[in-house]
């Protein structure tokens, strides 16, 4: 995979960049080039082998033809993540640097979705920044549109995702009281409303009655 100077493209750690020139280093095995990519947003410059560049993840901005499978991502259920913060951390680590866009969306989506059903610890903040930043960034280049404008198209979809399960939910809800209820009726003895009355009187009103 070859880049040219000035192409956009996505580390996998580090976000969007750009190529901004091409280096060769002498080293004990001979020469070796570098693409230089620039990371304007955190103000970082990295130089990566070229013969390792696809090993890394550095890969182009994703096609147009992708962007609607991540908006389905986005408007999709959340998933709940696991309450064990290291097995929190690590599977949401695992979405953010696999240089997928989807997989991205994904860890976007569920923080947000646990933000609004419990808490986010302060890791967990720092994971939702990084991934937004991600994300908005990719798809506001592959789009060729601004960052306020991906940023509000993002968050109506995951906000519209969020709404979609909470509503599911309390359905789900109801109808489990509905059933519960349900049941306990079915349990309570039935009263007989048929008509006659039975046969059988209490002894005094029949002495009564003689």
């Given at each position: 995979m070859g880049f040219?100077?000035?192409?956009?493209?996505?580390?996998?750690?580090?976000?969007?960049?750009?190529?901004?020139?091409?280096?060769?280093?002498?080293?004990?095995?001979?020469?070796?080039?570098?693409?230089?990519?620039?990371?304007i947003h955190n103000r970082l410059t990295v130089h990566v082998p070229?013969?390792?560049?696809?090993?890394?993840?550095?890969?182009?901005?994703?096609?147009?033809?992708?962007?609607?499978?991540?908006?389905?991502?986005?408007?999709?259920?959340?998933?709940?993540?696991?309450?064990?913060?290291?097995?929190?951390?690590?599977?949401?680590?695992?979405q953010i640097h696999s240089g997928y866009p989807k997989q991205v969306a994904a860890a976007v989506r569920d923080l947000l979705w646990r933000e609004s059903a419990k808490y986010l610890t302060e890791a967990d903040k720092e994971a939702l920044a990084?991934?937004?930043?991600?994300?908005?960034?990719?798809?506001?280049?592959?789009?060729?549109?601004?960052?306020?404008?991906?940023e509000q198209s993002v968050d109506d979809a995951?906000?519209?995702?969020?709404?979609?399960?909470?509503?599911?939910?309390?359905?789900?809800?109801?109808?489990?009281?509905?059933m519960e209820l349900k049941l306990e009726l079915e349990e309570q003895e039935p009263v007989s409303t048929d008509w006659p009355f039975p046969a059988a009187v209490p002894a005094e009103l029949s002495e009564a009655a003689v």
């Open positions: 040219i100077i000035g192409q956009s493209v996505i580390h996998p750690s580090h976000g969007a960049g750009t190529i901004v020139a091409f280096q060769e280093k002498e080293l004990v095995k001979g020469f070796q080039r570098y693409y230089v990519i620039e990371f070229a013969p390792r560049i696809e090993q890394i993840g550095v890969r182009p901005v994703m096609p147009v033809a992708r962007i609607a499978g991540v908006m389905e991502t986005l408007e999709s259920h959340p998933v709940d993540l696991p309450d064990e913060f290291r097995l929190r951390r690590n599977e949401i680590d695992k990084e991934a937004r930043a991600l994300l908005i960034t990719e798809l506001a280049l592959a789009l060729d549109q601004s960052w306020e404008h991906t995951i906000a519209q995702a969020i709404r979609d399960r909470q509503d599911a939910e309390a359905r789900a809800r109801e109808l489990e009281l509905e």
